[in-house]
């Protein structure tokens, strides 16, 4: 029976692309670029709709629990994060408490919650060191452990945040990987990194099946699901989820907050204990069991590959995409151009259209991502104007961008005035305190 228990939640809001496509004029300026190519009105739209039903009403509940014991691990994306600092500076710093409390642990996550883990690792690497940066600025922690992007995970991706310095990384337990092996211990893959392995069964039965009135399981009490996480087969069990789990994707009505809170004291109850993810890594390094990862990415979206992101052809055409704007912008030298590029190679861009000649469960979860506003478009024509946003900004590259020195991560531009000026802060007289 399992002992202990780390809790691991990501907090995410993407960048959603302007559809129909709009046309970018010869010789437009960066900022001209980038107004054409996102939907900022909408972003901020669907970021103020989820802050009411989820950032606020959950993060006001973890706060009282950190309080009393839990301890959670915190993931933030800097795309997430540039969108809270202009819409909501508030919210961030009701964050900032959360995250300035000694029961939490801040985890590093690829900063656009990008897919630049499967077109360069190189850069990935840069950028997951840029991204402790900016978040050891804004939360005055630096993370030490890390997630990726729809948490991937294989055996370069492992090197990769090997080199990068990372002690753990959080990984998706799905049985193709692990084989005969359980999630619920730690592992490593022959190198320093340790691996968290999230359960996805225990995971998903919240954060998937928790208001499914069909699920056999349906209603779930926090004693019952207590039980099922100390009868788990090792000694830890790692919880993944999604922020929205709580208020957006099962809202307020149906218990989802009555549950959380009533979760940490039927733990303790049955003899449980809470860690933070370096907490685990060195509670479990010891004994921890080695696990050879696949070439191939696992990921804890659909049924756990790449098939979730690259299945239809339209997914497998966006990517295309995506890797020759990418290369393209580099091939600039113009550190702008290379800038929206990342930006253009969210995961997003590819989860929003999984449902295109597929059906079932995975699709409705894809729908129901993707901006009503683009249905208008019609099927076809979301996925004809998504390819325009591309097709578009390839061609921008051609003469629309200048020249500049050549590409240094630690110069890409900041996440906003405010964070450049904590780091040069940092800088000068060292470490920030965190945020109180």
């Given at each position: 029976?399992?002992?202990?228990?780390?809790?691991?939640?990501?907090?995410?809001?993407?960048?959603?692309?302007?559809?129909?496509?709009q046309?970018?004029?010869?010789?437009?300026?960066?900022?001209?670029?980038?107004?054409?190519?996102?939907?900022?009105?909408?972003?901020?739209?669907?970021?103020?709709?989820?802050?009411?039903?989820c950032?606020?009403?959950?993060?006001?509940?973890?706060?009282?629990?950190?309080?009393?014991?839990?301890?959670?691990?915190?993931?933030?994306?800097l795309?997430?994060?540039?969108?809270?600092?202009?819409?909501?500076?508030?919210?961030?710093?009701?964050?900032?408490?959360?995250?300035?409390?000694?029961?939490?642990?801040?985890?590093?996550?690829?900063?656009?919650?990008?897919?630049?883990?499967?077109?360069?690792?190189?850069?990935?690497?840069?950028?997951?060191?840029?991204?402790?940066?900016?978040?050891?600025a804004?939360?005055?922690?630096?993370?030490?452990?890390?997630?990726?992007?729809?948490?991937?995970m294989?055996?370069?991706?492992?090197?990769?945040?090997?080199?990068?310095?990372?002690?753990?990384?959080?990984?998706?337990?799905?049985?193709?990987?692990?084989?005969?092996?359980?999630?619920?211990?730690?592992?490593?893959?022959?190198?320093?990194?340790?691996?968290?392995?999230?359960?996805?069964?225990?995971?998903?039965?919240?954060?998937?099946?928790?208001?499914?009135?069909?699920?056999?399981?349906?209603?779930?009490?926090?004693?019952?699901?207590?039980?099922?996480?100390?009868?788990?087969?090792?000694?830890?069990?790692?919880?993944g989820?999604?922020?929205?789990?709580?208020?957006?994707?099962?809202?307020?009505?149906?218990?989802?907050?009555?549950?959380?809170?009533?979760?940490?004291?039927?733990?303790?109850?049955?003899?449980?204990?809470?860690?933070?993810?370096?907490?685990?890594?060195?509670?479990?390094?010891?004994?921890?069991?080695?696990?050879?990862l696949?070439?191939?990415?696992?990921?804890?979206?659909?049924?756990?590959?790449?098939?979730?992101?690259?299945?239809?052809?339209?997914?497998?055409?966006?990517?295309?995409?995506?890797?020759?704007?990418?290369?393209?912008?580099?091939?600039?030298?113009?550190?702008?151009?290379?800038?929206?590029?990342?930006?253009?190679?969210?995961?997003?861009?590819l989860?929003?259209?999984?449902?295109?000649?597929?059906?079932?469960?995975?699709?409705?979860?894809?729908?129901?991502?993707?901006?009503?506003?683009?249905?208008?478009?019609?099927?076809?024509?979301?996925?004809?104007?998504?390819?325009?946003?591309?097709?578009?900004?390839?061609?921008a590259?051609?003469?629309?961008?200048?020249?500049?020195?050549?590409?240094?991560?630690?110069?890409?531009?900041?996440?906003?005035?405010?964070?450049?000026?904590?780091?040069?802060?940092?800088e000068?007289?060292?470490?920030?305190?965190?945020?109180?």
């Amino acid at each position: 029976m399992a002992e202990d228990l780390a809790v691991y939640t990501v907090i995410h809001q993407p960048r959603r692309l302007k559809l129909p496509a709009q046309p970018i004029p010869p010789g437009a300026s960066p900022e001209d670029v980038e107004r054409c190519l996102f939907d900022e009105r909408l972003n901020e739209r669907y970021f103020r709709k989820v802050a009411q039903t989820c950032y606020w009403p959950a993060t006001e509940v973890f706060t009282e629990l950190v309080a009393q014991g839990l301890k959670l691990n915190l993931g933030f994306s800097l795309s997430f994060l540039r969108q809270a600092q202009a819409w909501d500076p508030r919210l961030l710093d009701l964050f900032r408490r959360l995250v300035a409390h000694p029961n939490v642990e801040l985890i590093g996550v690829e900063p656009y919650h990008s897919f630049i883990l499967l077109l360069d690792l190189e850069r990935f690497v840069a950028r997951m060191s840029w991204a402790q940066d900016r978040l050891e600025a804004i939360f005055g922690q630096r993370p030490t452990v890390t997630d990726t992007t729809e948490l991937c995970m294989s055996d370069p991706i492992a090197l990769a945040l090997d080199r990068a310095g990372f002690s753990g990384s959080f990984i998706d337990g799905r049985p193709w990987v692990l084989g005969w092996r359980e999630p619920s211990f730690l592992y490593h893959s022959g190198r320093n990194l340790k691996l968290l392995a999230r359960h996805h069964r225990l995971s998903d039965d919240v954060g998937y099946r928790f208001s499914n009135r069909t699920w056999s399981g349906w209603p779930l009490f926090a004693d019952t699901y207590a039980h099922w996480l100390r009868e788990a087969r090792g000694d830890l069990v790692v919880l993944g989820w999604d922020y929205e789990t709580f208020g957006e994707h099962h809202w307020r009505e149906t218990g989802i907050f009555d549950f959380l809170r009533r979760l940490p004291w039927e733990v303790h109850r049955r003899g449980m204990r809470f860690l933070t993810a370096s907490e685990a890594i060195a509670a479990h390094a010891e004994r921890s069991h080695h696990l050879p990862l696949p070439a191939f990415p696992s990921t804890w979206a659909g049924s756990g590959g790449m098939e979730f992101f690259l299945g239809n052809g339209a997914q497998q055409a966006i990517f295309q995409l995506m890797l020759h704007a990418y290369n393209k912008a580099r091939l600039t030298h113009d550190r702008r151009a290379l800038d929206l590029a990342l930006w253009l190679t969210q995961s997003d861009n590819l989860h929003l259209i999984q449902w295109f000649g597929h059906g079932g469960s995975e699709a409705e979860v894809s729908a129901y991502f993707t901006p009503r506003e683009w249905w208008e478009l019609g099927s076809d024509g979301i996925i004809w104007e998504l390819q325009q946003v591309y097709k578009n900004f390839i061609r921008a590259l051609d003469g629309g961008t200048r020249r500049a020195e050549r590409l240094e991560e630690a110069t890409l531009p900041p996440l906003d005035p405010e964070v450049e000026a904590l780091l040069t802060k940092r800088e000068r007289r060292g470490p920030l305190a965190p945020a109180r």
